[in-house]
């Protein structure tokens, strides 16, 4: 699964990447709020970049 925003991707307060699935986050500003955990066999990777949503 991968999200992205021009502006910024703000977790929730229960976010779990379960074993076995693969998240990807990409915009300039990413903040992982308390509650942010990746099981084990979980992959998570984070791109702080500028982004176009535009086509």
């Known amino acids: ?11 929730g307060n229960t976010v779990v990447v379960e074993g076995g699935v693969s998240v990807r986050y990409r915009a300039p500003e990413i903040i992982l709020s308390p509650g ?8 998570f990777a984070v791109v702080a970049e500028p982004v176009s949503c535009k086509p």
């Open 1 to 11: 699964m991968s999200s992205y925003s021009e502006i910024s991707i703000h977790t």
């Open 36 to 43: 942010f955990s990746i099981e084990a066999a979980g992959e």
